[in-house]
Nanobody, 113 residues
């Protein structure tokens, strides 16, 4: 059974930082493409960052230079380091295994101005 469990969200002031974690089970994590998505109220869910099994990364233009995705295959965990947060980063953040319809429960990130 595939499980993805996000953690690390919270309330932070603009300019602050947060580190999100997503622990995966039920998949061969070391071979998996993993992605972080977010969904703000009234908006569609969007891809924020992705990382391949070879640690190739990609980012949405809105977060380039501020967010860093990484993985620890020994811990079956993918991370999203978020720096210089802005109010427009406020959303529920989800991790996803590849393009499969497996999502975590999400973690709320709220950035105050």
């Amino acid at each position: 059974q595939v499980q993805l469990v996000e953690s690390g969200g919270g309330l932070v002031q603009a300019g602050g930082s947060l580190r999100l974690s997503c622990a995966a089970s039920g998949i061969i994590f070391s071979m998996a493409v993993m992605g972080w998505y977010r969904q703000a109220p009234g908006k569609q869910r969007e891809l924020v960052a992705a990382i391949t099994s070879r640690n190739s990364t990609s980012y949405a233009d809105s977060v380039k230079g501020r967010f860093t995705i990484s993985r620890d295959n020994a811990k079956n965990t993918v991370y999203l380091q978020m720096n210089n947060l802005k109010p427009e980063d406020t959303a529920v953040y989800y991790c996803r295994w590849g393009s499969y319809d497996y999502w975590g429960q999400g973690t709320q990130v709220t950035v105050s101005s």
